[in-house]
C-alpha cells in the first residue's frame, strides 16, 4: 500500500484548519504539522487538530523530512516568498490561489518549479471537484447547443476592516484576487471547452468597479470576449452581497449552477448540483455527490499526480495560472484606470 503523501500546512487561518477537517478521513493524505505566524500558533493549531507536532517557523517546518508537501494557507501577498523557499528545498507545493499578487511573479515561481523538478498547484479546489466533470460533460454533449455567453457571480459581504486582508492592499485587499480569480477562471475554462482546447484566453476585456475607502476594489465587473465569439461577464464583490451563481447561455438553453465554487456553500459539504434547462425540455438536476469534501479532493488529487509537476486538466495548470494571472492582471488594470 502507498503511503500517505504527509502534509505540512503554513498559516492557521480558517482555509488552514478547513484543509485540516477534510483531510481527517482521507486515505491518500495527511497533516503532519502547521507553522503560524508566530510559534504559538502553530502549536495551538497542531493541538486543536490532533497533529503529530508543530513548527516553529517555516524553515523548521521545511527542514521536517516528514513532511512531502506544504499546504500554502497564507495571505495572498506572503505565497511567493513562501512557496519559492518550499521549492528550493524539495518540498511539492500546493499554493492558495492567486499563486502570487501578478503574472510576472507567479511566472518566476512557476520557473524555480520547473529547474527544481518539484510539483506545484494553485489551489482552485472547485476545479478539482467532480462537478466540473458532470458540466464539462454535457456541454461536450450539446446538451444546451452552441455555448454563447457565461455569466459568473463570486461576492459576499465582510463589514470593512481597514487592516483585513478583505481591504488592506499590503496583504493583496480586494475582490478581483480574492474571488474574481475563480469567475474568470471558469470562464476561460468553458471557452476553452466550447473551442476544443484546455482553456482560452480573452481578446478583449473591459470592467468597471467601485473602489472602497481603503483602496480595495469592493465590487467589481468584467465584460470577456474569445476569440470564438463567446463572451462572458463576471462579478466579484467582497462588500456586496452578489451571490456565487454561475449560468451558461446556450443556442438551445442554459444550465445554472447555484454553487460552483463551494459546494452547497459548506466547506465539508458532499453534495451539490446543477440545473439544465433546455427549450421544450422538462427541467433536469444533475445531482453530484463526494465521498470527499472539496479539500480533500484537492489534496489527493496531488497525491495521484505525483511524481509528475503539473496536476491533470481540469486542475490549473502552469499555463492556466499564468493566462488567469494574466486577465487578473488585466482587470485589476481597468479598476485603476
Known sequence: MKAKLRFGIVGTGGIAADFCDALRASTLCEVVSAAGSAPEKGAEFARRFALPRSARSLSELLGDADVDAVYVATPHPL???????????????????????????????????????????????????????????????????????????????????????????????GGILDVGGYCTSFARLLAGVASGQPFAEPVSLEAVGHRGPTGADEISSALLRFESGLTAALTCAVHHRVGTEAVLYGERGRIVLPDPWIPQGQRQALETSFRVLREGHREEVVSVRTEQPTYALQAE?????????????????????LGNMRALDRWRACISA
Open 79 to 173: 505565497h511567493e516568498a513562501q512557496a519559492l523557499a518550499c521549492i528550493e528545498v524539495g518540498k511539492h507545493v500546493l499554493c492558495e490561489k492567486p499563486l502570487t499578487l501578478e503574472a510576472a511573479t507567479s511566472e518566476r515561481l512557476i520557473a524555480a518549479a520547473r529547474q527544481r523538478g518539484v510539483f506545484l498547484l494553485e489551489g482552485y479546489m472547485y476545479r478539482c471537484h467532480p462537478l466540473l466533470a458532470a458540466l464539462i460533460e454535457r456541454l461536450k454533449r450539446g446538451d444546451i447547443g452552441e455555448l454563447r455567453h457565461i455569466r459568473t457571480d463570486f461576492g459576499f459581504r465582510v463589514e470593512r476592516e481597514p487592516r483585513g486582508r478583505l481591504f488592506d492592499l499590503s496583504l493583496g485587499g
Open 301 to 321: 488529487l496531488v497525491a495521484k499526480a505525483l511524481p509528475a509537476l503539473e496536476a491533470p486538466w481540469p486542475a490549473m495548470s502552469w499555463a492556466d495560472t
